[in-house]
């Protein structure tokens, strides 16, 4: 069960790392790390998660999966569903899904996941943000982020936690024989999908057009006329005026 057993800290560097150097020590699949604050929270890509002291949900779960890990890889986008279904079943919160993994609600970001590789094991992050209000989160943040109580939520944070363990257990259970039913959902939450983006790479921008998911999760999009699949490790998207596209 994931969820099981679960370790909850005050203080971390990060969750992930954390459960990276839980599992090189042979911790059991399932183990979960939650921490109240995280003074080194990692996003995708390289890049810092602001993970202020008791404000959002941080926490990791170590998967052991008996598949190839470029199969394993898709489960961020399992994950991504699965915190929209807990949000739905716990809170009656509809949320969308920016391809490849962000949550947002109003065109805004809630939740944020991280899935890293450490040998055989996957550690899957995410941290939710519970009561940030726009000052917490600072200007160039603000514009682009949301929390649950900024949406009028006061959610027992524990609660949460354990509806959206529950959901990520259902669908790892049946990961990857529901690929069909988990890419449609995902797919009919995408708010990427039909849209003009910027596909955004180190190595500069590129404008597209986003066409779909395809079955392994990668976004198949157009660039003037030609059309290309890229992966969730390789771009990340923005909307042509900002962060929503
Ligand atoms: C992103 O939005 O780029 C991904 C953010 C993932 C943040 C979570 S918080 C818990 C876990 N530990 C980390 O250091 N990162 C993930």
């Not at 150097?21 to 995280?38: F, I, K, W």
């Not at 929209?84 to 391809?99: Q, S, T, V, Y």
Request: neutral net charge; contains cysteine.
């Amino acid at each position: 069960m994931l969820g099981e057993p679960l370790l909850h800290f005050p203080e971390l560097d990060s969750t992930n790392t954390d459960l990276k150097r839980r599992a090189a020590l042979g911790a059991p699949e399932g183990l979960t790390v939650l921490a109240d604050s995280q003074t080194h929270g990692k996003g995708r890509l390289g890049r810092t998660f602001q993970s202020l002291p008791g404000k959002g949900l941080y926490l990791s779960v170590l998967l052991r999966p008996q598949v190839p890990l470029e199969v394993a890889g898709r489960f961020t986008a399992w994950a991504a569903v699965a915190v929209c279904r807990a949000l739905e079943k716990e809170l009656g919160l509809a949320a969308d899904i920016k391809w490849p993994n962000d949550i947002l609600v109003h065109g805004k970001k809630l939740c944020g996941i991280l899935t890293e590789a450490s040998g055989s094991a996957v550690i899957l992050g995410l941290g939710l943000n519970l009561t940030q209000t726009p000052a917490d989160f600072g200007p160039d943040l603000a514009a682009i982020a949301t929390s649950l109580s900024q949406l009028g939520f006061a959610p027992d944070p524990t609660r949460l936690t354990h509806a959206i363990l529950s959901e990520l257990d259902e669908l790892y259970r049946r990961f990857p024989a529901d690929s069909a039913a988990c890419l449609a959902d995902f797919r009919s939450r995408c708010v990427t999908l039909g849209k003009d983006v910027l596909l955004v790479r180190p190595t500069g921008s590129t404008p597209a057009k986003a066409l779909d998911v395809t079955d392994t999760f990668a976004l198949l999009v157009d660039i003037s006329g030609r059309r290309e699949t890229v992966s969730s490790g390789e771009v990340s998207v923005r909307g042509l005026l900002g962060y929503t596209p």
